[in-house]
């Protein structure tokens, strides 16, 4: 069966444009993860959902990022006027339900340059 | 604040012989921990977990290792192969945080031949 799929795999962008990286999970997961993975450092948590609910946003960077996911399936994270320090691999991730005991099975991310 | 830390950015083994990638965190909260296997332009992919009430948990030639009082775990690869050969990090979690995992900063293995 098809895996989590994330587009684009690549983004090269100017300093102060606004993007939007999309995330398909694998159809029947609940669960939805965002994750960011800056040069050199480990992955950084984001946000998530359940169902089209984030119930914890709490590691969105600033007001510029935002996400939401439609029909419980595809999820897109927006940053807007985007800064130099943006730039990262953004992994995408999705479980059957949440909780930790549920694998995370994670996309192949989509690499953002800002220059 | 790092939460999970990694201190060794890489490690270099021979082929056959045991690989020991190291683990601590800070969190007494953490209740759920995991190694995740990252190869280049890949995602990461689950490799083993082991729960707080547990001390080992094996699966093959992985073992994971897990010291509450030290607050340390370990991942121990034995026989080491080439196709090893990897990004691991070591993840945790609280049981009431619905999945969400803190990474540690990641250990380039490379086995050699």
């Known amino acids: 069966g098809a895996g989590v799929s994330q587009s684009p795999s690549n983004k090269v962008t100017e300093k102060g444009k606004d993007v939007e990286l999309r995330c398909d999970p694998i159809?029947?997961?609940?669960?939805l993860y965002w994750y960011r993975q800056s040069l050199g450092q480990g992955l950084e948590f984001l946000i998530y959902?359940?169902?089209?609910?984030?119930?914890?946003k709490s590691g969105l960077p600033s007001d510029r990022f935002s996400a939401e996911r439609t029909g419980g399936s595809v999820s897109t994270l927006t940053i807007q006027r985007t800064q130099q320090e943006d730039s990262a691999v953004y992994l995408c991730?999705?479980?059957?339900?949440?909780?930790?005991?549920?694998?995370?099975?994670f996309g192949p991310g989509t690499r953002l340059t800002v220059l | 604040d790092q939460q999970v830390k990694q201190n060794s950015p890489s490690l270099s083994v021979q082929e056959g012989r045991i690989s020991i990638l190291n683990c601590d965190y800070t969190?007494?909260?953490?209740?759920?921990f995991l190694w995740y296997k990252k190869y280049p332009a890949e995602g990461p992919t689950f490799l083993i977990s082991?729960?707080?009430?547990?001390d080992k948990n094996e699966d093959g030639r992985f073992t994971v290792f897990l010291n509450k009082s030290a607050k340390h775990l370990s991942l121990h690869i034995v026989p080491s192969q080439p196709g090893d050969s990897a990004v691991y990090f070591c993840?945790?979690?609280?049981?009431?945080?619905?999945?969400?995992?803190?990474f540690g900063q990641g250990t380039e293995l490379s086995v050699k031949p």
């Open positions: 991730a999705s479980s059957l339900q949440r909780g930790a005991y549920n694998e995370q099975f």
């Open positions: 159809s029947g997961h609940t669960a």
């Open positions: 959902f359940q169902g089209n609910s984030a119930p914890d």
């Open positions: 969190n007494s909260m953490f209740d759920y």
């Open positions: 082991i729960s707080s009430i547990k």
């Open positions: 993840a945790a979690s609280e049981d009431n945080q619905g999945g969400k995992l803190i």
